[in-house]
């Protein structure tokens, strides 16, 4: 039997254009939507053009790719997927070099109601197969 509050849910892809809302104005980005991840990240410059801060708070997040945790910075953000708003503590890192400058994590996606619906969206899951060999 299909759950019927299923029904009124927003489906979201892997990969959504979030704004992040700021003192300095509003900034669009793509995003990896990101279940895996407890907290939502933002590149620093992203949180810089935004005009997030102050600094509130400080968390050691362990990223997949790193040998140890890390500390980062968490500011306050007003953030709006999918035309919802979401205010927030965000952690805030250096990401110009990932695919993704920001990540959304559990943090969001638990209170959102959205459903994550990987054929949707750009994500590598979603791009054909690199042939391989001759």
């Not at 995003?31 to 990240?41: L, Y």
């Not at 993704?100 to 590598?124: N, Q």
């Amino acid at each position: 039997m299909r759950d019927p509050v299923a029904k009124e849910r927003t489906t979201i892809g892997v990969v959504e254009d979030v704004t992040v809302v700021g003192p300095k104005g509003a900034v669009t980005v793509r995003a990896r939507i990101d279940t895996g991840a407890a907290r939502t990240t933002l590149d620093t410059d992203l949180a810089a053009r935004a005009g997030l801060g102050p600094v509130m708070d400080h968390v050691r997040i362990r990223a997949s790719a790193a040998n140890k945790p890390e500390k980062r910075e968490v500011v306050r953000a007003r953030l709006v997927i999918a035309g919802r708003e979401f205010d927030l503590a965000v952690a805030v890192t250096d990401r110009k070099d990932m695919r993704y400058h920001m990540i959304v994590g559990m943090d969001v996606l638990r209170t959102s109601g959205f459903l994550v619906e990987p054929s949707k969206g750009e994500g590598p899951e979603n791009e054909p197969p690199v042939p391989s060999g001759p």
